[in-house]
C-alpha cells in the first residue's frame, strides 16, 4: 500500500517534457537593448536671456510677463495655442530667463501693464483674416510680419541666446459709469473699439483677443470698480469709440465669475447693450478720442438710462395657429444696423427681446422649423434634425418701439417644401 501510494506521487509529479511531442521551451528574460521603448526627441537644452526696460522711466520692467513665441506660427489657432506656452517673469534686477528652448526662431514678448504689446497688432492682424484664408497661409504671413516688427531671435542648440526689450508706454483712458439716477454702475464690462478700418465684426474679434491676452497675463481689470470707475491703459495710438456693455442676462453658469469669462459673455450676449461716451447707443454719434502713446485720457464718464428700454415679446405660429418651436429673431435698428439684438423663440413659440430701446426696428424670423417634440422636452435639449416636420420662410416686420414695452407681437409665417433629409434622402413629411 505504501508503495502504491510513492507511485502515484512520482506520476504525478513527472514533468510534462516527459509527454509526447518537443519539450517546452524556458522563456527568458530580454536584454535591455531587446527591448523595444517609444522614441522620444531629445529635451531641448537652449536658453533665451535679456533685459527688459521701461522706456519712459529707464527702470527695470519688474513683473512683466515674457513669452518666447515661434515665428513659423502656422496660423491663428497656432498662435492662441503657443500662449500658453511657458512665460516667465521679470526679476527685480530686469532680467529674465526661459529655459528648455527647442531650436528655432522666436520673437520675445513682454506684456506689462500700461505698456503697450505687440499682441495687440496681432488682434489687429487676425481680425483682418478671413476665416476662409487660413488653409492658404494667408495667416501666417500676417502674423509673421507683425511678430518681425518686434525682431527676433535664433536658438540653434544648448547655447544662451541674448534679446532685450524696451517697452514703450501706451494711452489710458479712464472715467466713471452711472446710471442716470446718480448710483454707480458696478462690473459692467468695458469696451474700446477702433473707429479706423475696422469692421464690426473685426473691431468684435479684436477685443476678444485683447480679453484672452489681458486676462492670462495681466491683471488689469475690464470691468467698473464699486464706485463705477474704470481704466483702461497700454492702449496703442489710434481712434477709439468708448463704450459700457449692460448685459441683460438675468442668470450665469457657475463658471462664469472669472474676469475673462464674465467679459466674453457680455460681448457675446445678444440682448447686450452697447452705452458709448456721449450717452448714445448708436455708433454714428458716439464721441470719438484720438490717442497717442503715454497720453492719459480721464473723466471719460457714460451714463446708463433706467428708464430707457423696454420689454419685446410675442409669438410665432404657422398660419393655422400651430406653435413654430424653432426660430431665430433679430431686431435692426432702421436707422443704424449696429444696433442689434437677437433672441430665440421657445418651444412654445413665445420669444422676447428683455430691454430694447425706443426707436423703429425691423423684426425678422429666421430659420424657422417645427420639431415633432415629446411631451415636456426641456429646453436646453438639441433636437436631431431628423425630427423636422415643417419649415417657414423667413418673415420681416417693422416695429416701433415707443415709451413702454410693446406685447404682442405676432408673427405668422408661410411653410414651404422642407428640403431633402441629406442623410437618408428623404423628405420628412408632416405629422398625420
Given at each position: 500500500?505504501?508503495?502504491?501510494?510513492?507511485?502515484?506521487?512520482?506520476?504525478?509529479?513527472?514533468?510534462?517534457?516527459?509527454?509526447?511531442?518537443?519539450?517546452?521551451?524556458?522563456?527568458?528574460?530580454?536584454?535591455?537593448?531587446q527591448r523595444k521603448y517609444p522614441q522620444f526627441p531629445p529635451p531641448p537644452k537652449g536658453n533665451i536671456t535679456g533685459t527688459v526696460l521701461c522706456a519712459d522711466t529707464h527702470h527695470p520692467?519688474?513683473?512683466?510677463?515674457?513669452?518666447?513665441?515661434?515665428?513659423?506660427?502656422?496660423?491663428?489657432?497656432?498662435l492662441r495655442g503657443e500662449l500658453g506656452a511657458q512665460n516667465v517673469r521679470v526679476g527685480m534686477d530686469g532680467t529674465y530667463l526661459i529655459t528648455k528652448v527647442y531650436p528655432g526662431e522666436y520673437t520675445i514678448v513682454a506684456i506689462l501693464p500700461g505698456y503697450l504689446s505687440p499682441m495687440d497688432a496681432i488682434s489687429i492682424a487676425i481680425s483682418d483674416i478671413d476665416t476662409n484664408a487660413k488653409s492658404t497661409g494667408a495667416s501666417a504671413a500676417a502674423i509673421r510680419e507683425v511678430l518681425l516688427r518686434n525682431g527676433s531671435v535664433t536658438v540653434h542648440g544648448e547655447e544662451t541666446e541674448t534679446f532685450d526689450l524696451s517697452l514703450q508706454r501706451g494711452a489710458a483712458?479712464?472715467?466713471?459709469?452711472?446710471?442716470?439716477?446718480?448710483?454707480?454702475?458696478?462690473?459692467?464690462?468695458?469696451?474700446?473699439e477702433n473707429t479706423?478700418?475696422?469692421?464690426?465684426?473685426?473691431?468684435?474679434?479684436?477685443?476678444?483677443?485683447?480679453?484672452?491676452?489681458?486676462?492670462?497675463?495681466?491683471?488689469?481689470?475690464?470691468?467698473t470698480d464699486d464706485r463705477g470707475r474704470y481704466r483702461i491703459a497700454g492702449i496703442q495710438p489710434g481712434t477709439y469709440r468708448i463704450a459700457t456693455i449692460a448685459s441683460q442676462k438675468s442668470s450665469f453658469k457657475e463658471d462664469d465669475n472669472s474676469t475673462m469669462t464674465g467679459a466674453m459673455s457680455g460681448m457675446f450676449d445678444p440682448s447686450a447693450i452697447h452705452i458709448y461716451?456721449?450717452?448714445?447707443?448708436?455708433?454714428?454719434?458716439?464721441?470719438?478720442?484720438?490717442l497717442r502713446p503715454g497720453d492719459e485720457l480721464s473723466g471719460i464718464d457714460i451714463t446708463i438710462?433706467?428708464?430707457?428700454?423696454h420689454r419685446v415679446s410675442g409669438f410665432v405660429a404657422a398660419k393655422d395657429g400651430r406653435p413654430i418651436n424653432s426660430a431665430g429673431l433679430t431686431l435692426v435698428d432702421d436707422t443704424d444696423d449696429s444696433v442689434s439684438f437677437s433672441a430665440i423663440a421657445g418651444r412654445d413659440g413665445t420669444f422676447q427681446f428683455?430691454?430694447?430701446?425706443?426707436?423703429?426696428?425691423?423684426?425678422?424670423?429666421?430659420?424657422?422649423?417645427?420639431?415633432?417634440?415629446?411631451?415636456?422636452?426641456p429646453d436646453d435639449v438639441v433636437i436631431p434634425d431628423s425630427e423636422i416636420s415643417?419649415?417657414?420662410?423667413?418673415?420681416?416686420?417693422?416695429?416701433?418701439?415707443?415709451?413702454?414695452?410693446?406685447?404682442?407681437?405676432?408673427?405668422?409665417?408661410?411653410?414651404?417644401?422642407?428640403?431633402?433629409d441629406a442623410k437618408s434622402g428623404r423628405t420628412p413629411q408632416p405629422p398625420q
Open positions: 500500500m505504501r508503495c502504491l501510494s510513492v507511485l502515484a506521487f512520482v506520476l504525478v509529479a513527472l514533468p510534462v517534457a516527459a509527454q509526447d511531442g518537443p519539450p517546452a521551451q524556458t522563456p527568458q528574460p530580454l536584454s535591455q537593448q520692467a519688474r513683473g512683466a510677463t515674457v513669452l518666447a513665441i515661434p515665428i513659423n506660427t502656422a496660423n491663428v489657432d497656432d483712458i479712464s472715467g466713471s459709469v452711472l446710471y442716470s439716477d446718480g448710483s454707480p454702475a458696478t462690473q459692467v464690462s468695458i469696451a474700446i479706423v478700418g475696422q469692421s464690426q465684426k473685426a473691431s468684435l474679434d479684436q477685443q476678444i483677443d485683447a480679453v484672452i491676452v489681458r486676462g492670462m497675463f495681466s491683471t488689469q481689470s475690464l470691468f461716451a456721449g450717452d448714445t447707443m448708436h455708433k454714428k454719434t458716439a464721441k470719438t478720442f484720438e438710462p433706467i428708464d430707457a428700454f428683455p430691454a430694447i430701446p425706443a426707436g423703429t426696428y425691423m423684426l425678422t424670423a429666421k430659420r424657422a422649423k417645427m420639431f415633432n417634440l415629446p411631451p415636456n422636452m415643417n419649415v417657414f420662410a423667413d418673415y420681416s416686420i417693422t416695429i416701433i418701439v415707443k415709451n413702454s414695452d410693446l406685447t404682442g407681437v405676432n408673427l405668422t409665417l408661410t411653410e414651404v417644401p422642407p428640403p431633402s
